[in-house]
């Protein structure tokens, strides 16, 4: 039976590379470790326990802010005789008098039709604008273009500052496009806003009104007035006079 071959290890011949290699870090490394994180895992665990322990009450609210007030006010004509009218505000049947005299301003919001849209125009789309930044169109309001168009404001005023939704019922309407129309076929016009170039289409029935001076003598019972806040807080007649005709 022949012999088993077996290996000698000359000693003489081995080198570095057939040695293990020695650890780089001290002995004590490895349990220090173990031991921040096991400190770290009971922290969270105490962390957890205390948030858990909290009661699921939201914070209280604030203190309650009253709104700052409108720079106008807005009224129902009740009665109208001689520049005198008697207004109306809110449900709580309350009335103030205020009259007008021949020199103060009066500007109507007449209804009109597209055929009188004449370019160039100052036009205010009215509506209530929400969240999705959309909305229903409530008034087209226009008026002749001013010498000088101030694009800085969050409006083109039509007349003596008035934007047009100062009349309305809901204090929630605000002009969500300001611009000058510079041409207009009937339905399509081009405009010029605060942001540059843009396009106005104008539907058949749409609500269009064009603002025109007025007299006192031309507001009516129904109508819906507006009036610039003098210091005092009250209407200030001499700031002019915004008017809604009436549906007739």
């Given at each position: 039976?022949p ?7 000359d ?6 590379a ?6 780089r870090f ?18 969270g ?8 322990g909290?009661p ?23 009665q ?6 008697t207004?109306?505000s ?14 103060d ?9 597209v055929?009188?849209?004449k370019p ?11 969240e999705?930044r959309?909305y229903t ?23 003596d ?20 129309l510079?041409?207009?076929d009937g ?7 605060s942001t ?16 025109a001076?007025?007299?006192a003598?031309?507001i ?5 007035v507006a009036?610039?806040r003098g ?7 001499s ?10």
């Open positions: 039976m012999a088993r071959p077996f290996l000698v290890y000693a003489r011949r081995m080198t570095d057939a040695l293990p290699r020695p650890s001290p002995g004590w490394v490895m349990p220090a470790g173990l031991a921040v994180l096991l400190l770290a895992m009971l922290l665990i105490v962390l957890l326990a205390r948030e858990a909290k699921d009450v939201p914070p209280a609210a604030g203190a309650f802010q009253q709104p700052p007030p409108l720079n106008y006010v807005a009224f129902d004509v009740q109208a005789a001689n520049g005198v009218l207004l109306a809110g449900s709580d049947g309350a009335t103030t008098t205020v009259t007008i005299s021949p020199s301003r009066v500007w109507l919001l007449r209804p009109a039709t055929a009188e849209v160039p125009m100052v036009v205010n789309v009215v509506a209530i604008p929400n999705v959309n169109i409530h008034m087209l309001a226009f008026a002749p273009v001013p010498a000088a168009v101030d694009f800085d404001g969050p409006f083109i005023p039509l007349a500052g008035f934007a047009g939704y100062e009349t309305s019922r809901d204090a929630a309407e605000r002009v969500v496009v300001s611009a000058v510079e041409t207009f339905r399509n016009g081009k405009t010029k806003t540059g170039d843009g396009t106005l289409y104008i539907d058949p029935g749409a609500p269009i009104r064009v603002i001076k007025g007299v003598t031309d009516s019972p129904g109508d819906r009036f610039h210091a005092d807080g009250q209407p200030d007649v700031k002019g006079v915004l008017v809604l005709p009436a549906a007739k």
